[in-house]
């Protein structure tokens, strides 16, 4: 049952997302098909298409933030039925045996996960296609429920900028009187605010943009601090267990490591690539502090996380489009001209 599948595809690098027609593999006994309903726009869907990290295969059919509903499961499926509403993220395989995979951090997979869009399936060698599409087949492993009461619009971000904010939250045990910084207010930086408020945190911003404090606050942020004034900054210092910095491109991290308490960690998540300025590793020895990576979730952390959003009624804030509008909204997000998150109503796809 070779499907016939709609979408919306790059076909070379820096051109416009133009219509294409594609065919998704056959279901395989453990797969799930699923008719997509929305899927959230994510920066690194342009960094894909653009070939900024090398490694692009065309036609790309970007968005691994996917929301739909079970359109048909295979035989030896237990978790999901037909009318099921769920989610898909970044990752639809790996190999399930290495040491990553068996703590169910399947990000971490040593063979390298199967991403869900721009990689080739493990198992047929087809290439793997996203969520600006209208039906995808993922296999149930990687298939995450989505709560009844939850908001499908804005769902849709969780499945990214969701759970890469979620994951170091959990991994560094944030909770009640937890002191968190969030550097940028962007799609991440929105969720990592929501996030760390709910488990209970005390939550500071920093920001380069003095007009963001009223949203900040609105979000749940307690403090502004401006990174660009020293004395704001210095008297920011001793303070966070954990900062999460969510600035997607190079910058200088060195001005916030005295900002971090005793034996705190600065956690990147939103840049891939060399620090420039260099580390000054004279704070970090002489306050035992870190600064770590961190990427998306794993399965079982992504379910736990739609379950917590889903009981405390956290939803990223998105502006809907339609699919023809994409190609403007990537242009806007270049421009960081979105609060916070485009999702893409698939159903202007028909």
């Known amino acids: ?160 900028a969701g759970i890469t904010t979620w994951s170091p939250l959990r991994h560094w045990k944030v909770g009640e009187g937890s002191k968190v910084a969030v550097v940028g207010l962007g799609g991440l930086g929105h969720m990592a605010i929501k996030l760390a408020k709910a488990l209970g945190a005390e939550v500071t911003l920093f920001t380069r943009s003095p007009g963001k404090e009223a949203d900040a606050r609105r979000l749940g942020v307690g403090h502004v601090v401006l990174s660009t004034d020293d004395a704001q900054m210095k008297a920011a210092a001793n303070q966070f267990d954990l900062i999460i910095d969510t600035v997607p491109y190079v910058h200088d991290l060195n001005p916030y490591i005295p900002t971090l308490a005793l034996s705190g960690t600065l956690v990147l998540v939103g840049y891939l690539g060399s620090l420039d300025p260099f580390l000054n590793s004279t704070p970090l020895i002489l306050g035992r502090k870190s600064v770590a990576g961190s990427v998306i979730g794993g399965i079982a952390e992504t379910q736990e996380m739609m379950d917590f959003c889903g009981k405390h009624g956290i939803t990223a804030d998105v502006e809907v489009i339609n699919i023809q509008e994409i190609n403007t909204a990537w242009k806007r997000m270049l421009k960081s001209d979105v609060k916070y998150r485009f999702v893409i109503d698939i159903a202007s796809l028909k």
């Open 1 to 160: 049952m070779a499907m016939n599948v709609k979408g919306y595809a790059a076909l070379a690098v820096k051109e416009p997302l133009v219509p294409h027609s594609f065919v998704r593999r056959d279901p395989r006994e453990d797969d799930v098909v699923i008719d997509i309903l929305f899927s959230g726009v994510c920066h690194s869907d342009i960094h894909n298409a653009f070939n900024d990290w090398g490694g692009a295969t065309y036609p790309m059919v970007p968005g691994h933030e996917i929301i739909g509903r079970v359109a048909y499961v295979g035989k030896s499926v237990s978790k999901f039925s037909v009318g099921d509403r769920v989610g898909v993220g970044c990752m639809v395989d790996s190999c399930q045996h290495c040491s990553a995979c068996e703590q169910g951090l399947e990000q971490y997979c040593e063979e390298g996960s199967t991403l869900t869009y721009n990689d080739i399936d493990r198992h047929d060698g087809l290439p793997t296609y996203g969520g600006y599409s209208d039906r995808i087949v993922v296999t149930e492993k990687f298939v995450v429920k989505v709560p009844e009461t939850m908001d499908l619009r804005g769902a849709a971000p969780l499945l990214c």
